[in-house]
Structures are given as C-alpha cells and as structure tokens.
C-alpha cells in the first residue's frame, strides 16, 4: 500500500494497518508469539532482540496509532492504567500536575494513592474553564492531564487555548483521548505534546481485549517514553496487539454508527419526564457543545443522565435487558455504569456530589444496535412499572 | 429485534457461568464426566464444543434456521453438505458457481457416482429442464460469483419442493444480514464465513445451517463423523467478527454503489456488474429477496491486456484472492477464484480474461476512487 498516507482519510489509514508489511503478503500482520529474536552474527541484529523492547506485532500496532494521532511514535500497554502510569513516570519527586477533576476513577486513584506517594502534587480543577488552568499552573508544574470529553461528565476543555498556555512555561498536555478516538479527535493537531489511550475502549470495541496506547508528538519526549516503556515493560502482548490491530479496522463503522444512536438517545432522554438532566456535548443545549464542535469531528457515544432519585436509578439498572450493566464502555454493545459505585468509587463521596457525579447519576456506552430497540428497552426501564417477569 | 441489533444480542454471546461479554474460547480436546452411566452436555471437542456451540447457536438464529454447523473452511462446509448425497444422486447448480464449488463437484464429487448438471438460473425453465428423476438437490448462489446474477429463491425453492428435493444456497455474498434465504423456502444456507461474516480476512471458515431438524441430525451426523470441524480460537474469531457486521456491510455496500457508479462512466470499462445499477438484469428479484445490494462489483475493461496492466498498477485494494474483508482486494477471476474451472466452461458464461471482480473494502471511497482513477488512466 503505497498511496501518499498524509493524504489518506483516517477510516483508510485505520483499515489498511499493517497491510503489505509481511513478507508472505499476508493480508493480516502475523501473531508473532515469540520472546527473543535470534542474531544474524556477532554484533548484528534483525531491529528486533527481545520482545520487551521489540515485537513486530506490537511496532505495527505502535506505528498504526502513531500515524493515526499524527504523532512521531506510539507505545502499546498491557492496559490503559498501565500506559497512563508509565507516562507518569517522567515525572519527579516535588514536580506538579494540573488534572481534570471530575476523571476516570483508575487515573486518579494511581496519582492520589500512588505517585503522591512518590513525591508527586497534583491540583484537580474543571478543565473546561481555561482561566481555572492558568490559575492551577505553579513553577513546578510538569504537566497538565486533560481529558476530552471528561468521564463521566463529558465536559469539554479548550486543548489549544490550554495548550499554548503550557507551551509558554515548557509544561507539558497531556490528553486522555479514550472517548472520542484520532477518528474524531486530534489533540497533537491542537497542541497537545501526548495522547493516551485506555484502547480497551472505542480503539479495540469488542470489550474483549485490555490494552493501552500512548502517542507522542515529537520524537525526543518518544524516546524518553521508550525508555519508560523497556525499563517497567508494562507492554502489550502480540496476541493482544493483534486484537487491537483488528479492532482499529471498524473503527469509522463503528463509531459512525455509536454517534448516530448516542444523539438520537441524548435527543430522547431529554424528553422523558423520569429524566433531571441529560449530559452529551453534542445536544445543542450542552455548554460543551460548540467547542467541541470546533475542536473535534463528532460528539463521541458516552452520554450521562441523572434521574429522579437513588431508587430510580437503582430500578434502571435492574430492568435493562438489551443493555448490559457493567463496567468499561466502548464496544459494539450498549453497557450501562453507575459512576458513583463503579467507575468512581475511589473519589472521595463529597467531592464526587460536589462535582455531580452522585447517586443519581448513570452513564451510558453506546453501542451499534439498532437505535429502535435501544429506546425500547430505556423506555421500559424508565417507565417506572413493575417489572415484567 | 432488528436484524441490526439480533446481530449482536441473538442470546448465546454471554457466557452463562461468568457473565463474561465475551464467550470464552475453550480450547480443550475433551472433557471430564461426573459419571459413568451418563455423558455431559459435552465429550469431545469433534461431537461439541462449548465455544462452537455459541457460534452455530448464533448463524442459526440468524438466518432463522432449526440448527447451525462450523466447519473448518467454506469448502469443507460446502462439501459436508454435499455427503448427504449418495452414488447415483445428481444436482442441478448454478453455472457460474464459485471455482471451488465447481472443483469438488466435477472432480472430487463425480469420481464418488454424484453427478452435477451446471445452467443457467437466472432463468427458472432451464432449471427445470435439468431435473432428473434421479436429481436430489438444486445448488445455487445469488448473487453468482463473479458475475453477479440473480436467482429468484422463491420460484427455485417452489421448483425443489415439487420436485421433492432439496434446495441449497450459498448465501456467502449477502449474509443474513442482508438475505435470510430461509424464510424463501430454502432448505440449506452455506456461507464461506471466511469472507464478509469474519470479514476481516484472517481467519478460514465455513457454516451451514439447516431449515428443519431432520435434515440438521443429518448435517450432525456428517459434521461429527467427518470431523472437518472449526477449532475453537476461529469460532471466538468468528463470532468477534459477526459482532461488526451491520456496521461493515453498510459501509461496503455504500462504496460499492459508489465505486459501481463511477466505474460505469469511465471510458476504459465496458461493462460494470452490480445488483445496485438500475439496469442491472436482475435488480427487481433481488430487491424483492435482500435489503442490499452487497459489497462486490465486477467489471470488464476494454480488452485483456488493458486488465493487466491495469491490475500491475492498482494500489490501495491488495492484488488477492478472497473477498468481503474490510480491506479492499481485487482479483483475476481466470487465474484465481474461477481457475478451477474447466476454460470452455469459464468461457461459456463470461468467467473471461477481461473481467476483474473487486470487493469494495471499508475504506474511504474517494480513496479507493482516488486510486482506481490513477491506475485506469495509466493504463
């Protein structure tokens, strides 16, 4: 495959990974299920020594999501925590980070109960309000974690206005890009110096596989990571690798059809009586909303809504039929979270009510099922009556 | 449920013990048993297997059949099919059958006493006319690989169940997604799953299902006897690949109509086929039997040679065989899928060596334009 890959669309890009890189022509990249790499002489090598540091499974995966973001490298994890740890690796004792308050619930448990320990600070502030970012930022600030959309709130932060700000005192932005995908966002195109990815999610979409992806825009802050990378080993097995490989194949069909029923669900949330508040940047109403128009190609199929009381919510949970309730979020089936219990049950429960993420709050994966029966099985779970045996 | 969502949600993709989303891949030989007197639900992985049994649970409901089968290729699930039949039997099959197809009945088939009559099904009075009185089975695929022509399966179902015999297709362009040949009358549906059901070309499979449940013991019997069973990794892959089906298929029909369209005003091709162009021969009867018209166009160029060329210059869809994979491939049905078919045969109904057949990936059309366009004006 040798058309002019800049010029190509990102759907093109992500289906054709790996395409003509063996040698047989095999059109899917093979499983290399292998540790160590024999040496042609003394003093030579293939490129590839042992796995840790080398697989061609994981480099075609790695190269993939490098060419997708747009950034000089990728590295691939054995989890997304494990991607995101390693990236907090470049830090140092006294050093200070500035992070999304209301984030993924395993993010701020390794910052809080782990590199806190380790020396780290970090101030949590609502990244969708840019001047609260200018005024979190200290001489030891290392880095700004954002992410875009936040989890479970989806609000949305201004990545080139935070970024140019970073940029000007040598900090820096780091985006957690799980939600929407490099087939809807770009944050290095914006300014942002790393990507990160739980690829678990919309990346692989089959809830079948644990993986995390990190992208870096430069090729200096890239060989720190790779560093990082070879030295904890935290990387993501070839079979793995190869399930991501073929998961980011579908990613524009897939997710072309999770945005479609996300809005139309957004859109019929806000019309149920049982519903207070609907959160999905890409209601008009939402005050995400043009700013992520500007800055992203489509709204993402995460959607939060809060309901009546504890006890509604409780009662959604257990008459969904079609909709699993489960943790994670991203693939092809629609799952349904209780954020306070599950995602975020490690935040501190004043904190969490401050923010919004309370007992009445639910959050939505959107999966690729037909909008029709989806509605279908919210709308029984909503209505309020008994359940059906 | 919506074939869109029973895709995803036919009930057999929960492991039951775990709650696990995904079922997981068991990939054990055999299996232990609690007592003499009596076996498990399970004993060997050939007679059933766990990850197997969600898979053939899956295809089944799908195309609303009694039971589904996994074999371990198209071909082997064509052939296992095939076993039903008996020295003596003859079949009536469609004359521009897949090249494999066409080799295991004329070659393998005939040296065990089964003899097969190939015409034309586009029209049903031909069809007919080459029933026997020893004729068991009418075989047919629609549309027809490579030239895409359409059989009606209401009237070829209607022929077979006056005739009392049996009527088999190979549903492997369309899917149940897009045709449940079942619900026609049918009374077998054979998919190379290989192709648009795994539909990321790397795994090799193949499913029968069977309309009622004495012709699926039967199946069972030829299944587990004969052994050419899909191994548990490929039925996980398998059902992973089902899971984006509806999502893939709409996108390699949205290509196809577009790449179809743009074919038909280039100057360099003579001939585009596509159930999707207006006047394609046989638009109406498939429109009354599928939701789509499939990923798949065919085309002849203005001569052999401009093929040739044109196929050394294309680079975005892969040179190879197999189709229906997200990434694009185009082939040489004369040298690749067809070349098992005997060369007068291939000439007779059109298999020629100006004709290039291409499965429109999901890639961005204007890039698979883009790229058509450079190596056609090269040419």
């Known amino acids: 495959m040798e058309q002019g890959v800049e010029t190509m669309k990102t759907s093109t890009m992500a289906v054709q990974i790996g395409v003509g890189r063996d040698a047989t022509g095999a059109m899917s990249f093979p499983i290399y299920q292998n540790a160590t790499f024999s040496h042609p002489a003394f003093g030579e090598s293939t490129g590839y020594d042992y796995s840790r540091s080398g697989n061609p499974t994981r480099r075609v995966l790695e190269e993939g999501i490098a060419q997708l973001d747009g950034g000089a490298r990728g590295f691939a994890y054995s989890s997304g925590m494990a991607a995101i740890a390693n990236l907090l690796l470049l830090f140092k004792q006294g050093d200070h980070l500035v992070v999304t308050e209301d984030l993924y619930g395993g993010t701020f448990r390794v910052i809080d109960k782990v590199f806190v320990k380790q020396g780290l600070t970090a101030t949590y502030v609502d990244t969708s309000v840019p001047e609260a970012v200018g005024r979190a930022l200290r001489d030891n600030t290392r880095a700004v974690l954002l992410e875009v959309p936040t989890n479970p709130l989806l609000k949305v932060a201004d990545i080139r206005k935070i970024s140019d700000m970073a940029k000007g005192r040598g900090i820096l932005t780091i985006v957690d890009n799980t939600f929407l995908t490099p087939y809807l966002l770009r944050p290095l195109e914006l300014g942002a110096d790393a990507v990160v990815y739980s690829a678990t999610k919309f990346i692989s979409g089959h809830n079948d596989v644990l993986a995390g992806l990190v992208v870096v825009k430069d090729e200096e802050l890239g060989k720190q990571i790779y560093f990082l990378q070879n030295s904890v080993g935290a990387v993501l097995g070839p079979q793995d690798c190869w399930l991501v490989i073929r998961g980011l194949k579908t990613l524009s069909v897939r997710i072309d059809r999770q945005l479609e029923n996300a809005r139309t669900i957004a859109e019929w949330l806000v019309r149920q009586a049982s519903v207070k508040k609907v959160y999905y940047p890409g209601l008009e109403t939402d005050p995400g909303h043009c700013l992520l128009k500007a800055q992203a190609r489509g709204f993402g199929a995460m959607v939060a809504f809060e309901v009546a009381d504890r006890r509604v919510a409780e009662d959604v949970l257990r008459k969904v039929r079609l909709i699993s309730f489960a943790e994670s979020l991203g693939g092809v089936e629609t799952l349904i979270t209780y954020p306070a219990f599950q995602t975020h049950a490690d935040m501190d429960p004043s904190e969490r009510e401050r923010m919004g993420i309370n007992d009445r709050l639910l959050r939505l994966s959107v999966g690729i099922e037909d909008e029709g029966d989806l509605l279908d099985d919210l709308g029984q779970a909503l209505s309020g009556g008994e359940e059906e045996s | ?379």
């Open chain 2, 1 to 379: 449920m919506k074939i869109g969502t029973k895709i995803l949600h036919t009930g057999n993709e929960i492991d039951p013990t775990t709650g696990a989303v995904s079922i997981p891949i068991y990939n054990s030989a055999t299996f232990r048993q609690t007592s003499v007197e009596e076996c498990g639900p399970y004993e060997y992985s050939r007679s059933a297997n766990p990850t197997r049994d969600a898979l053939e649970a899956i295809i089944a409901s799908l195309e609303g059949g009694a039971k589904g089968f996994a074999f371990s290729s198209g071909m082997a699930a064509i052939s296992s099919v095939f076993l039903l039949f008996s020295p003596g039997d003859h079949i009536v099959a469609c004359e521009d059958v897949y090249g494999g197809a066409y080799r295991v009945l004329t070659k393998l088939f005939s040296r065990l006493g089964i003899e097969a009559t190939f015409v034309d099904f586009t029209d049903v009075a031909r069809i007919r006319e080459a029933v026997r009185p020893n004729t068991r089975a009418l075989y047919l695929e629609t549309p027809s690989n490579p030239l895409l022509k359409i059989t009606d399966l209401r009237a070829v179902s209607a022929l077979a169940k006056e005739k009392g015999i049996l009527s088999i297709i190979d549903n492997t362009f369309m899917t149940p997604y897009l045709q449940r040949p079942l619900e026609y009358g049918m009374d077998i549906v054979i998919h190379s799953a290989t192709k648009y059901l795994g539909g990321h070309s790397d795994l090799i499979a193949g499913l029968a299902v069977a309309a009622d449940v004495k012709l699926a013991s039967q199946i069972k019997f030829i299944q587990n006897a004969f052994g050419a069973v899909l191994g548990p990794q490929d039925c996980w892959l398998l059902m992973r690949g089902i899971k984006t089906l509806k999502a893939r298929m709409d996108m390699h029909q949205k290509g196809a109509a577009r790449l179809a369209e743009w074919l038909q005003g280039r100057p360099e091709v003579k001939e585009v086929f596509f159930p999707g162009l207006s006047g394609h021969p046989g638009k109406k009867i498939h429109e009354s039997q599928a939701d789509g018209p499939g990923g798949i166009v065919s085309f002849r160029l203005q001569t052999e040679e401009l093929t040739k060329q044109f196929l050394g210059r294309v680079r975005l869809p892969a040179l190879a065989v197999s189709l229906g994979g997200v990434e694009s491939i185009i082939s040489y049905p004369v040298t690749m899928s067809h070349a098992g078919m005997h060369p007068d045969h291939r000439k007779r109904v059109g298999v020629t060596g100006d004709l290039v057949r291409l499965s429109v990936g999901i890639e961005d059309p204007d890039d698979l334009i883009e790229d058509l366009n450079s190596a056609l004006s090269k040419v």
